[in-house]
């Protein structure tokens, strides 16, 4: 078959899908010996993308997600690579298309979290509109969870038939490291002179930055917490509220914003904190808790949406996102607790073993021969 696969996210500054994508044609090249592939790449990725061998053909296409130019150019970049399939790895996919697709659904955030970039009555409207249109034309439908598998029968009516449960992996460059003159190396490269609890990632409202931070204001004044909130990630000025609950918290020389950190950097950031904290209102998949696994660092994390199907019953902390009592009590217990740590080390080291990208990879062209 001739394959087109939707790379636009292809970048680590998409976070989880930008990973999501790379991993996929990375094994994809791997895997498969028989299918063509065009891959449709925004700018500058399109110039630094080597293709993996003769089968894959790249394609640019540097079009914004969630515009007029998508729905248009994009329809007819598709329609004149004429494909035997195509794999849209986001709901973002032009209305008219009505070729044979497979699309992924990572999360139905935006039916929950809006956001402020997608809040107005007329991006709502859009957005259910394009998200309602491919989930009922794919031939077959990806999700990473159990949990969005049950929000898209539920509040898109999919057809559970249709299916498929399919989850991400965790690359293997997070792992344990021992080595403390390179992990001392990387604290002075950060000024990180203190031990620190850690989160990595977007902000957005279903993220609970401010219940974190507030939790983490109590963690400090009631349980003398003596060291830092580490935030990891870009940071985001239509998230004022972020900084604003720092100074209104007076926690400005305990909060650390390290703003983006390389992929190297971010393994050794993982492996120095004390433990990963995932405070989200609402995850798809939760991916910064497996990856946390992998670093050998304890994880204490929501009790809502996929996050415990993910991690698993045993192996992390739960809170109430909603609590920041709640978040600071059970972070402070787990912190008093070096029995417990070990045991969540190594229940999460154990875990993090049933995923795998190359696993993915397999079960998505599974779907893809599935579907010819």
């Not at 229940?347 to 010819?372: C, H, P």
């Amino acid at each position: 078959m001739r394959i087109g696969i939707d790379a636009r996210f292809y970048s680590s500054a998409f976070t989880g899908i930008g990973c999501y994508v790379k991993e996929l044609i990375q094994n994809l090249a791997e895997l498969d010996t028989r299918n063509e592939y065009v891959l449709f790449l925004r700018d500058p990725f399109f110039e630094s993308f080597e293709v993996p061998n003769a089968r894959f053909k790249k394609v640019r296409a540097d079009i914004r997600h969630y515009t007029f130019e998508e729905q248009w150019r994009f329809f007819l970049m598709l329609k004149a690579e004429k494909l035997d399939l195509m794999h849209f790895t986001h709901f973002n996919a032009p209305i008219l298309y009505r070729g044979p697709s497979v699309v992924t659904i990572h999360d139905l955030t935006l039916n929950f979290f809006p956001g402020k970039k997608m809040g107005s009555a007329f991006n709502q409207f859009i957005y259910k509109r394009i998200i309602n249109s491919i989930t009922h034309r794919a031939k077959k439908i990806i999700s990473v969870s159990e949990h969005t598998k049950k929000d898209l029968i539920k509040i898109l009516h999919a057809d559970p038939n249709k299916i498929r449960v399919i989850h991400n992996g965790v690359s293997q460059r997070f792992h344990r490291i021992t080595n403390a003159q390179l992990l001392g190396k990387f604290c002075a490269q950060y000024g990180l002179t203190k031990p620190y609890i850690l989160y990595t990632g977007v902000w957005r409202s279903h993220k609970n930055l401010v219940n974190l931070i507030k939790a983490f204001s109590i963690l400090k004044h009631k349980f003398n917490f003596p060291g830092w909130l580490v935030i990891s990630g870009k940071e985001d000025p239509w998230y004022p509220e972020v900084q604003k609950t720092v100074h209104d918290e007076k926690l400005s020389g305990d909060v650390r914003f390290t703003g983006y950190v390389p992929d190297d950097d971010l393994v050794l950031l993982y492996n120095n904190a004390k433990t990963y904290v995932l405070p989200s209102f609402y995850e798809g998949f939760g991916l910064p808790a497996l990856e946390a696994f992998a670093c050998g660092i304890p994880v204490c994390a929501t009790k809502t949406s996929a996050v415990p199907e993910v991690c698993g019953k045993d192996n992390a902390t739960f809170f109430d996102p909603h609590s920041p009592l709640d978040m600071a009590e059970k972070i402070a217990s787990l912190l008093a607790d070096e029995k417990k740590q070990k045991q969540l080390i190594e229940r999460g080291l154990t875990r993090v073993k049933d995923f795998s990208w190359q696993k993915m990879a397999r079960e998505t062209l599974d779907i893809y021969n599935s579907s010819n």
